[in-house]
């Protein structure tokens, strides 16, 4: 009797969770999509590409439909075979929020020290200017986006220099970033929507293994280093070397950023500064020198990276045939038609 109470229990249970599902699939299926929804064609082995990002459990697309961005994401089965990952209708979406009127960039941001910067002018180049009044900027769209990684060694300040600006907010108790953290920044320069994906890396000699595997793709390169810490400026070629050992070099725009300028007395400063943009030139830097605690400089350093970092995006987009169309068919090449087994062939030793 106690058997049969229990399978009658159990049989109810799972009616309920079906039905449970049902309704949800219902909803979706009412829920109306944006007008030309595109189909998205994966067959590339990179897991980060700008406006694109694949992985095994979703994929999210950045697109701008009917002047409205829209963030676009479908979970994927990893019951499913690899090939069911190459051809899949987006089905849930949102939109994003209007970008902050504190995030507005109308001109280009000067530089720190003339000794140490890359672009010494004071506007945006004309071209540049020229196509986002014209709206030319290439992309899905209107919307752009840029990779940043943020590296240095441990205990130098990246997380609290990102936290600074993306929420205005300085934690005192320490703790360490285990493999990689992620902020999107949203802005708008000259009219046109931009955004940088801001990835904190760990500074931990055995994170570093899972964290250099962020970095492919970068087109920024932030290098942190403390100005009360002179061994970790000596460090910076090595980070350096690490972070382009996935990207073109003549492709990412380097900074060099001193932190915690509020513990360092005049004259600490000033001789560290000396030693810091002579490294910065040699690697050809940017210089910057900030304080978390204080927010002294980092809100004008962030707007000098997205600044530059668009300009260089437009330049390059400007250089293409042509833009993409929406609603058609957003193609990523590759020569491999298996996700996973084109991946598994880039495994670090490191790791295993």
Sequence with gaps: MQTRDRAEKNLGGKKN???????????LQSASPPPQLPWIDFSSDHHTINTLTLTTEYARVYITIG??????????????????FMSVRVSAMSVLPPVRKDRIIAQLP???????????????????????QEQ?????????????????????????????????????????TIGVDFEMERFEVM????????????????FKCIASTYYRGAQVVIIAFDVNDVASLGHVRQWLEDSLKENDPTAVQ??????KKDLSSPAQYSQIEQDA???AQEIRAEYWAVSSLTGENVREFFFRVASLAFENNVLAELEKSG??????????????????????????????
């Design 254 to 259: 380097l900074f060099l950023v001193g932190t």
């Design 17 to 27: 969770k079906s039905r449970d599902l049902s309704q949800q699939q219902q909803r």
């Design 191 to 206: 009219g046109v929507p931009f955004s940088l994906q801001l990835w904190d890396t760990a500074g931990q000699e055995r």
């Design 67 to 84: 002047g409205n961005l829209w963030e676009l994401t479908t979970c994927l089965s990893t019951k499913h075979s690899p090939q069911s």
């Design 323 to 352: 833009p993409r169309q929406i609603g058609g068919v957003v193609r990523i090449n590759s020569t491999s038609n298996n996700v996973y087994a084109s991946s598994k062939k880039k495994q670090p030793n490191c790791c295993q």
């Design 136 to 176: 030319r900027t290439g992309t899905v769209g209107r919307f752009k986006i840029s990779k940043v990684i943020v590296v240095g060694d441990l205990a130098v300040g990246k997380t609290c220099l990102i936290n600074r600006f993306c929420k205005d907010a300085f934690d005192k108790n320490y703790k360490a």
């Design 277 to 279: 943009l002579k490294i």
């Design 110 to 132: 000067q530089y720190f020290s003339k000794d140490a910067a890359f672009h010494t002018q004071k506007d945006f180049n004309n071209k540049v200017k020229t196509a986002c």
